[in-house]
T-cell receptor, first 117, second 110 residues
Framework: EAQVTQNPRYLITVTGKKLTVTCSQN?????MSWYRQDPGLGLRQIYY???????DKGDVPEGYKVSRKEKRNFPLILESPSPNQTSLYFC????????????????FGPGTRLTVL | KNEVEQSPQNLTAQEGEFITINCSYS?????LHWLQQHPGGGIVSLFM???GKKKHGRLIATINIQEKHSSLHITASHPRDSAVYIC????????????FGKGTKLTVNP
């Protein structure tokens, strides 16, 4: 089954304790992205990757790191989490660039609810 | 002012009604996206369009590049259409940055 998986789905942690949220897709997609969703602010893009070893900042990259060593995986790393990173995080993938002309769109993971105390 | 604005913020309709959700953007874009977020939180991409109109079942998305405006229409609405509908824009300039509207919460009553 074609899917985007995220782990963990729920995480409660403490300030400063490094964590990684994994994202994996089994569709051989080139494009992957991370978003956070907060009440009143909506969805915001954190980082995206157009291919292996190619990553770029979205709107809110501060406090996050990513890597794309393999096509299928795009982990989100919080080196020193803070309470303002408490949020709902979504990973997504797409077979092509998001810049028009194509017919396929993004496939979203189920979300990871992170609480930083 | 947000780069992508949606209206209305909330919309309540009766089953069978024709629904329109609007999205305006102030930046140059290479594509416009419509997403649906279910009450359980899952997100589904509905459309990506850069010109004209696309249709999928009872859903129709249109875009007017000159007016920087897109609409999502739902014909013969049904309670299962109740969800948050989100508009997003891929900004121009060679990047793949995505900027989102705040969403429109649609409730369709039986």
């Amino acid at each position: 089954e074609a899917q985007v998986t995220q782990n963990p789905r729920y995480l409660i942690t403490v300030t400063g304790k490094k964590l990684t949220v994994t994202c994996s897709q089994n569709m051989n997609h080139e494009y992957m992205s991370w978003y956070r969703q907060d009440p009143g602010l909506g969805l915001r893009q954190i980082y995206y990757s157009m291919n292996v070893e190619v990553t770029d900042k979205g709107d809110v990259p501060e406090g996050y790191k990513v890597s794309r060593k393999e096509k299928r995986n795009f982990p989100l790393i919080l080196e020193s989490p803070s309470p303002n990173q408490t949020s709902l995080y979504f990973c997504a993938s797409s077979p092509q660039r998001l810049a028009g002309g194509g017919t396929d769109t993004q496939y979203f993971g189920p979300g990871t609810r992170l609480t930083v105390l | 002012k947000n780069e992508v604005e949606q209206s209305p913020q909330n919309l309540t309709a009766q089953e069978g009604e024709f629904i329109t959700i609007n999205c305006s953007y102030s930046v140059g874009i290479s594509a416009l996206h419509w997403l649906q977020q279910h009450p359980g939180g899952g997100i589904v991409s509905l459309f990506m369009l850069s010109s004209g109109k696309k249709k999928h079942g009872r859903l129709i998305a249109t875009i007017n590049i000159q007016e920087k405006h897109s609409s999502l229409h739902i014909t013969a609405s049904h309670p299962r259409d109740s969800a948050v509908y989100i508009c997003a824009a891929t900004t121009q300039g060679g990047s793949e940055k995505l900027v989102f509207g705040k969403g429109t919460k649609l409730t369709v009553n039986p």
